[in-house]
């Protein structure tokens, strides 16, 4: 087996509706946007779950047990390039609208979906857009905090 370079092979969608977040049909897949062509280079963030301990350690153990407890998403956003004219994402996400986010990975993003192919399914929330810091020789950006609606799909499959 050979290691998957991952340069050019993230692919980020906004679908606005997703009916089964195990299962994305490609008519639903297709409604959505492309975001990632907009994205930064670090403009993925966050979307790494963490999983709280549950300590089972008792009061004659020397040792420290845990097992797993509840699991969630910190500082989940997407971080874009402002465009000049239509700016889509700047205009599609906005604070309250909600979606899903449709992570596909290891295949070139421009590809089209096709049914079997893995996916990461996160249904979300858009938080108020924040604008970074400017510095020299950078573009414009801004990014869009996402809060989770529900528990996301990991390990979702293209239908």
């Given at each position: 087996?050979?290691?998957i ?42 979307f ?20 797993n ?12 390039k ?5 700016d889509v ?11 899903f ?20 399914v ?27 609606r ?10």
């Open positions: 087996m050979a290691d370079p991952g340069d050019g092979k993230t692919r980020a969608d906004w679908v606005p509706a997703i009916a089964n977040k195990n299962a994305p049909t490609l008519t639903e897949l297709n409604a959505g946007i492309r975001v990632s062509q907009w994205a930064t280079g670090d403009g993925l963030v966050g790494r779950p963490d999983t709280a301990d549950v300590p089972t350690t008792g009061l004659e153990d020397t040792f420290d047990t845990n097992t407890g509840r699991r969630s998403f910190s500082g989940t956003m997407i971080r874009f402002k465009q000049t004219g239509s994402v700047y205009t599609t996400m906005v604070p309250d609208a909600e979606g986010i449709v992570i596909r990975k290891s295949l070139p993003a421009a590809t089209a979906y096709a049914s079997g192919q893995p996916v990461q996160y249904p979300v929330i858009c938080g108020e857009t924040a604008w970074m810091d400017s510095e020299p020789n950078t573009v414009e950006r801004f990014e869009v905090p996402l809060k989770m529900e528990q996301p799909s990991l390990r979702a499959a293209v239908a």
